[in-house]
């Protein structure tokens, strides 16, 4: 009860022009898990339950921004540092992040706490700190232009970088109007096949996981998600942050699945499934209707991601339909770094250099076996 409460005086924190000096306070990771559902824009990639699996080899601060005694912001820092002194690296990946988004002085709490983070890992720590803004639903990303303003150098960006953002913030009629008009017209003819949409409990996952594997064998597609580690973030997240479970069905049997991050104020789309007869029962846009319809019911949940292409044109095309005229195509920002010392600069550049070298090898080698022995 007192966060939430902490969290609905956040505009009266301060001036909204201004925000007073907030004290710093590092927690467990398993206190940053359990409050992390407060945070508006809390995503995946800021709960340690998924970045401790993704990276293991990196160590991770879990740290709350406080004004007195209220929360106002957090941010999970992942770090190493190299040996003989040399520097080392801290990365924040779609952080930091805001109890209340909406606050008139959200952007400047964001600000304040980057500064904050320079000061404790640029330049205490010499490091090299490398942030990855979250994508926004905007034409503009404010915390990308807040880190180019504070002397942050734009780094690697993806291949592919549009993210699609569908406004669930909406009633049905409105949302459903909004809909390419292809992407309307193969959701009516879904309507007509007989499926039958499901909200699963956990008990449902080995059902997901099957649908997974039998489309990752089928279709051949190089994966680069994190799905092997979807086992231990299900296993072990708080419940007030899991994941939801959507499974859609055919006569009783499943032909599609999608599994929901949904704790913030905007919903991502983590990992969708289908078997060989969800295609010619457009089973993909009737599960993504209701599953839309069932987010546009959550008060707190305004917009709806539905991630990348990996440069699929037919995700492209399918994606951007269900975007429509409501929604919006953005990008993903490039990975903003900044080094006070110069052998962190040396040092981080280096790092990402081969990371980027190996990141293109491995994407051309699983292309090539993707294509085929004729490719």
Request: glycine share 6%.
């Amino acid at each position: 009860m007192a966060d939430m409460t902490a969290k609905m005086m956040t505009n009266n924190l301060a001036d909204p022009v201004t925000v007073d000096p907030f004290e710093l306070v590092m927690i467990s990771p398993q206190q940053w898990d359990q409050k992390a559902h407060l945070f508006d824009n809390i995503c995946q990639e800021q709960m340690n339950v998924f970045a401790a699996e993704r990276w293991p080899q990196m160590n991770i601060d879990c740290l709350h921004f406080k004004l007195g005694d209220q929360l106002v912001a957090g941010c999970l820092m992942m770090h190493r540092s190299a040996p003989l002194g040399l520097g080392g690296l801290a990365v924040c990946k779609w952080g930091p992040v805001i109890l209340d988004a909406a606050a008139e002085n959200a952007e400047l709490i964001h600000d304040q706490v980057i500064e904050m983070l320079v000061q404790k890992y640029a330049v205490s720590s010499r490091m090299m700190l490398s942030i990855l803004p979250r994508p926004r639903p905007a034409e503009s990303n404010f915390a990308a232009e807040q880190l180019l303003a504070r002397n942050f150098k734009p780094g690697s960006g993806l291949p592919y970088p549009n993210r699609y953002f569908v406004n669930v913030h909406v009633d049905d009629d409105e949302m459903r109007a909004s809909f390419g008009q292809k992407w309307r017209s193969h959701l009516k003819k879904s309507e007509k096949n007989g499926l039958e949409f499901e909200h699963c409990d956990m008990s449902r996952l080995p059902v997901f996981y099957e649908l997974y594997r039998a489309m990752t064998d089928r279709k051949q597609f190089p994966d680069y998600s994190a799905f092997d580690s979807l086992h231990h973030l299900m296993d072990n997240i708080e419940d007030s942050a899991r994941p939801e479970l959507f499974l859609v069905h055919h006569e009783g049997e499943p032909v599609a699945g999608g599994i929901i991050f949904t704790a913030g104020d905007t919903a991502v789309y983590l990992y969708g499934a289908t078997n060989d007869q969800a295609l010619p029962l457009r089973a993909g846009y009737f599960m993504h209707w209701e599953i839309m319809r069932w987010l546009a019911r959550q008060d707190r949940i305004k917009w709806y991601d539905l991630g990348g292409t990996d440069g699929f044109l037919g995700l492209h095309q399918f994606k951007n339909g269900m975007v429509g005229k409501a929604g919006v195509v953005s990008t993903v920002p490039k990975v903003m770094n900044y080094a006070h010392w110069m052998l962190p600069r040396l040092l981080g550049n280096g790092l990402f250099l081969v990371r980027d070298v190996k990141a293109q090898v491995m994407r051309w080698i699983k292309s090539r076996k993707s294509a085929g022995p004729n490719a």
